[in-house]
């Protein structure tokens, strides 16, 4: 059986689906008020202070940086029940009125976790294994994801102590890296991390959160990309990641054998499981999470977690 441990810290890049951009048509600000032009979904919106009663709202999922044509949800108007997999959230009426019933501190606590950009769990492969485990246990985990995205190793350094250590985790899982080797477009001034920088902050990173808490048990994700780039340190730093868990008897999940080997051999489309070749799609979130908890679960049977006494 997979160690039940108190706290569960995500730390490194964000495990989460970032909300893509919207067009947003609200009548309010249409001084001819017109009627709203058909868009992808068509909402109703009806706020509490009055500023909008049943106004349409248009939003496209198939231009820009949103979701396109080929990922579009389309529903078969003939079948009346149809079931998909996918990541969401969303308040309905039902759900906004029982809302108002609860007391404010819980009310507070449980919209933050799904919704809050800074303190929720995002939708992404740590969502649905805090699912898995407190779908079994409710109160047997507290978990937190404190990922970033866009953080390089560096990044994380920086940050894991308030992030990390002050917040007591009894099990960390690291994944970071796949920032490292490649240019950030939209801010220049963080270039890419060298493998010899991406080992001195990684072993510092364990050595010293197994100082602060000799009893802490760790796992390292290996970096990926999906495909891989053909010239690049990339595959160093991958490497590094699996030595240095090795090195620690600490857990190591393998990614980027996940996507290499396991996915590509189910489906070979590559964007059936990455947008683009860095950021998994729904498909490719939850097999990382299922892989994730099989991993951690034989690691944790073999002995592995934290350095051998």
Same mark, same amino acid.
């Given at each position: 059986?997979? !160690?039940?441990?108190? /706290? %569960?810290?995500?730390? #490194? &890049?964000?495990?989460?689906?970032?909300?893509?951009?919207?067009?947003?048509?609200? +009548?309010?600000?249409? +001084?001819? /008020?017109?009627?709203?032009?058909?868009?992808?979904?068509?909402?109703?919106?009806?706020t509490?202070?009055?500023?909008?009663?049943?106004?349409?709202? #248009?939003?496209?999922?198939?231009?820009?940086?949103n979701?396109?044509p080929?990922?579009?949800l389309?529903?078969?108007?003939?079948?009346r029940y @149809?079931e998909?997999?996918?990541?969401?959230?969303?308040?309905?009426? =039902? =759900?906004?009125?029982?809302?108002?019933?609860?007391?404010?501190?819980r009310?507070?606590?449980?919209?933050?976790?799904?919704f809050? +950009?800074?303190?929720?769990?995002?939708?992404?492969? %740590?969502?649905?294994?805090?699912?898995?485990?407190?779908?079994?246990?409710?109160?047997?985990h507290?978990?937190?994801?404190?990922g970033?995205?866009?953080?390089r190793i560096?990044?994380?350094y920086?940050?894991?102590?308030?992030?990390?250590?002050?917040?007591h985790?009894?099990?960390?899982?690291?994944?970071?890296?796949? /920032?490292?080797? #490649?240019?950030?477009?939209? *801010?220049?001034?963080? @270039?890419?991390?060298?493998p010899?920088?991406?080992?001195?902050?990684?072993?510092?990173?364990?050595?010293?959160?197994?100082?602060?808490?000799?009893?802490?048990?760790? %796992?390292?994700?290996?970096?990926? !990309?999906?495909?891989?780039?053909?010239?690049?340190?990339? #595959?160093?730093? @991958?490497?590094?990641a699996? *030595?240095?868990?090795?090195?620690?008897?600490?857990v190591?999940? +393998?990614?980027?054998?996940?996507?290499?080997?396991?996915?590509?051999?189910?489906?070979?489309?590559k964007?059936?499981?990455?947008?683009?070749?860095?950021?998994?799609?729904?498909?490719?979130?939850?097999?990382?999470?299922?892989?994730? &908890?099989?991993? %951690?679960?034989?690691?944790?049977? =073999?002995?592995?977690?934290?350095?051998?006494?």
């Amino acid at each position: 059986m997979m !160690r039940i441990v108190n /706290n %569960v810290l995500f730390i #490194g &890049i964000a495990a989460a689906l970032l909300g893509c951009n919207t067009i947003v048509d609200n +009548p309010k600000d249409d +001084p001819t /008020n017109e009627p709203t032009p058909q868009r992808d979904v068509m909402t109703y919106v009806t706020t509490a202070d009055g500023t909008m009663g049943f106004v349409a709202v #248009g939003k496209d999922y198939a231009e820009g940086l949103n979701m396109s044509p080929e990922r579009t949800l389309k529903l078969n108007t003939k079948v009346r029940y @149809q079931e998909f997999d996918g990541f969401g959230a969303a308040i309905t009426g =039902a =759900a906004a009125f029982n809302l108002m019933q609860m007391p404010a501190e819980r009310r507070q606590k449980l919209l933050v976790e799904p919704f809050s +950009p800074e303190k929720g769990m995002g939708y992404g492969y %740590v969502r649905v294994i805090a699912d898995r485990l407190l779908g079994e246990k409710p109160d047997s985990h507290t978990i937190i994801n404190t990922g970033i995205s866009g953080n390089r190793i560096v990044d994380l350094y920086a940050r894991i102590k308030v992030d990390c250590w002050n917040l007591h985790p009894d099990f960390i899982s690291i994944l970071i890296g796949v /920032n490292d080797s #490649g240019r950030n477009k939209q *801010d220049p001034s963080k @270039q890419r991390v060298d493998p010899a920088s991406y080992e001195k902050n990684m072993r510092f990173m364990v050595t010293n959160s197994l100082a602060v808490n000799p009893n802490l048990k760790i %796992v390292i994700c290996e970096p990926f !990309r999906y495909p891989m780039p053909k010239q690049s340190n990339f #595959g160093e730093c @991958q490497k590094i990641a699996k *030595d240095i868990a090795e090195e620690y008897n600490l857990v190591f999940v +393998p990614f980027g054998k996940l996507f290499s080997e396991k996915l590509d051999a189910l489906n070979p489309n590559k964007k059936y499981w990455c947008w683009d070749a860095i950021h998994p799609t729904y498909a490719g979130h939850m097999k990382m999470a299922d892989f994730w &908890i099989e991993e %951690v679960k034989k690691g944790f049977e =073999a002995g592995k977690g934290s350095p051998k006494k």
